[in-house]
């Protein structure tokens, strides 16, 4: 599966933006989807996941409350919904995949994802 994320721009503090996240190659219902960030000098962290079927999500905590990530498996795309940026939430962002069949499993560790998109910058002004 490909993975082509976009949507990152240049917001000042407090204004929002939705990445998304649109596969081709194969469906991505069977498939976990994750978003990471990686900062300037800094290691690649989690942000969001959620599971094949979008039941389940989970946020790091520097982000829940003020993140949203779904799915729309019939666009074959995953959304991450960003409200109330902050100058600390400025990363290149990336979605990751992970087939996981049938299964509801998702995973928080950028090591069980194989499958990447290429980043999408977001930059946010104070």
């Known amino acids: 599966v490909q993975l082509q994320a976009s949507g990152g721009g240049l917001v000042q503090a407090g204004y929002a933006l939705i990445l998304s996240c649109a596969a081709s190659g194969r469906p991505i219902s069977t498939y976990a989807i994750a978003w990471f960030r990686q900062a300037p000098g800094k290691e690649r962290e989690f942000v969001a996941v959620?599971?094949?079927?979008?039941?389940?999500?989970s946020y790091a905590d520097s982000v829940r409350g003020r993140f949203t990530i779904s799915r729309d498996n019939a666009k074959n795309t995953v959304y991450l919904q960003m409200n109330y940026l902050q100058p600390e939430d400025t990363a290149v962002y990336y979605c990751a995949a992970r087939y996981v069949g049938n299964s509801g499993r998702y995973y928080e560790t950028e090591t069980h994802y194989n499958y990447w998109g290429q980043g999408t910058q977001v930059t946010v002004s104070s």
């Open positions: 959620i599971n094949r079927g979008g039941s389940t999500t």
